[in-house]
């Protein structure tokens, strides 16, 4: 059972890691939607719609700020506890170290629980939202799920399952209209990629509508001209840290039985598992800052630590990713070492507070 200077400290935890997360999603906010504004103008996409568009975009960004606004929240508002000697009081009444550490991993928890619905529940389908918006007002004939596409183009409508990274589509279909809206031919790629102004398809099969039947053709490789506007690449492609666990799972499952490259996707399955943890580990790693010698010091000190701490781990986490698809180390690695490094680091750090 929690005692009152256990919920105390929880509160603390809870109210930092909300007031340094809300500042940090600010920042966000503002950044991307600075970034937006060279997109306005496109089609319909004016400065509303960019705004909507940043604004659905915001759960997505609290849930990969969380792990350092937890950190930050923590250094500040459990900082402030150690400058006033709270901390040395609740001490002095018996309150052990290891106490004290599970007190603010019971906060992690309630930050954790929260940060996994917005991530799994709210974000992927806010995502979802704002991909759909921006290509609607780019384009009124493009529509844009989770994953896949429908577009219309003149007489063709295509559909593609997947928009891969590199201008790359898979298991696309193409239904080619006639003059009053019968079908004239549907044809089903495995695969499409633009290359030199031009679509290069391969695993064709085409089935044309004549009066006297369906007509099959079958040819390995094709080139086309015209297929899908290529400038819209870059807001039809869903990337991995946009997708829940659950839809890169199935992802990751479709791009293997097709023989596509599902490294980057594996490794961002695996970091939907690690990103939580981490919020405990940058919890476990302020409470050394609040001991000893090291309490010394400002808010801005400790603002200054929980920053290079935070973006450390982001750096480190990035890195990681990218050396873990050149060096084709195994994705639950890749993600993962960050996560041990820095858990180390806190561990090692708890145990040169002298108690």
């Not at 200077?5 to 939607?33: E, K, M, N, P, S």
């Not at 982001?314 to 084709?328: C, D, K």
Request: glycine content about 10%; overall charge neutral; charged content about 20%.
């Amino acid at each position: 059972m929690t005692t009152v200077l256990g919920r105390y400290v929880i509160a603390q935890v809870l109210i930092g890691t909300l007031f340094a997360l809300l500042l940090l999603v600010t920042l966000d906010g503002v950044f991307a939607l600075i970034g937006e504004l060279g997109d306005v103008g496109r089609g319909q996409y004016g400065l509303w719609e960019a705004v909507v568009y940043v604004l659905l975009t915001l759960p997505r960004r609290v849930y990969e700020l969380v792990p350092t606004a937890a950190l930050l929240g923590s250094l500040l508002w459990l900082g402030n506890l150690a400058s006033n000697s709270e901390l040395t009081a609740m001490r002095a009444a018996g309150v052990t170290r290891v106490r004290l550490v599970s007190w603010v991993m019971q906060g992690g928890l309630v930050v954790v629980v929260g940060m996994v619905g917005m991530g799994e529940l709210l974000a992927p389908e806010a995502e979802a939202r704002a991909q759909h918006l921006k290509a609607f007002a780019f384009d009124e004939r493009m529509t844009v799920g989770r994953i896949g596409l429908w577009a219309r183009d003149g007489n063709r409508i295509v559909h593609a399952d997947a928009v891969l990274p590199g201008d790359r589509l898979a298991g696309v279909r193409v239904i080619e209209l006639g003059p009053t809206g019968d079908v004239r031919s549907i044809t089903n790629v495995d695969r499409a990629e633009f290359q030199m102004d031009r679509w290069q398809l391969s695993g064709v099969a085409r089935s044309r509508v004549s009066p006297f039947g369906v007509i099959p053709e079958k040819m390995p490789d094709e080139v086309v001209d015209r297929l899908l506007a290529p400038e819209y690449f870059g807001v039809l492609v869903v990337e991995p840290r946009q997708m829940a666990a659950s839809d890169l799972a199935r992802y990751i499952r479709y791009l293997k039985e097709n023989h596509l490259e599902s490294a980057a996707y594996e490794v961002a399955f695996w970091q939907r598992f690690v990103l939580p943890a981490s919020t405990w580990v940058m919890l476990l790693l302020a409470i050394p800052f609040l001991f000893g010698s090291q309490r010394e010091g400002g808010a801005g000190r400790r603002l200054f630590i929980g920053l290079v701490l935070g973006v450390g781990f982001v750096i480190v986490m990035r890195t990681m990713a990218h050396m873990g698809l050149v060096y084709e180390f195994p994705p639950w690695v890749a993600a993962s070492i960050p996560l041990w490094l820095f858990l180390l680091i806190a561990v090692v750090a708890l145990a040169r507070v002298r108690g």
